[in-house]
């Protein structure tokens, strides 16, 4: 038998008694936790949630909003904004180590792919499609010692420029297929063309 037991939301209180000196007059209390966005009150496993169901699920905030209402949770979709955009910074030095990480590899491996939900084009009051690149630095059938590790890069277009950009510091193999966008990076000598 197979059964479901929705998610659920709980609240975690942390007393903190302040304690008075009658003699010296000075107050002391315990510090409150520290908590992933400053003055927040999302615990890490709630902002991972939002982000997984954001990212992954492609669930947007207007709906997680709604869901988390059914649960008797208000979150205004600006709230869950805020923390997203919050989640970026603070992940901001693993995705750059993730980059010095898989472009330091002298194979990486490139392919990009349109984003599988439309992408709104802020002002044009339309969707468009976006791409995601994936950059794969693999070396274990070289019997390589690095750590496998896959970047992914976000483009509004399908433009060279990006993959330009995005491999910007690389020298090495890149193993990419023919699209025309990565031609350009074989100019230098410094990327060298392995085709697919």
């Not at 510090?31 to 954001?54: F, N, Q, T, Y």
């Not at 997203?84 to 491996?109: N, W, Y």
Request: with cysteine; charged share 25%; aromatic share 8%.
């Amino acid at each position: 038998m197979l059964d479901y037991v929705p998610a659920s939301f709980r609240v975690i209180r942390h007393v903190r008694p302040k304690f008075s000196c009658r003699v010296c007059e000075s107050i002391t209390q315990a510090p409150a936790p520290e908590m992933p966005i400053r003055r927040g009150r999302a615990s890490a496993s709630l902002l991972a949630h939002v982000l997984v169901a954001k990212f992954s699920d492609h669930l947007p905030l207007y709906r997680q909003s709604e869901i988390y209402e059914r649960s008797g949770v208000e979150l205004e979709r600006s709230t869950l904004a805020d923390w997203v955009g919050q989640c970026g910074s603070l992940l901001r030095p693993l995705i750059d180590a993730l980059g010095r990480h898989v472009m330091a590899g002298d194979r990486v491996h490139a392919d990009d792919t349109p984003v599988p939900v439309p992408v709104l084009a802020p002002g044009a009051g339309k969707t468009q499609t976006g791409r995601l690149w994936a950059y794969l630095r693999d070396e274990r059938p070289s019997a390589g010692g690095a750590a496998p590790a896959v970047l992914y890069r976000y483009s509004p277009d399908r433009r060279a420029e990006h993959p330009r950009s995005h491999l910007a510091g690389f020298q090495g193999v890149l193993h990419a297929d023919g699209y025309a966008g990565f031609e350009g990076l074989y100019d230098s000598g410094r990327v060298v063309e392995a085709a697919c």
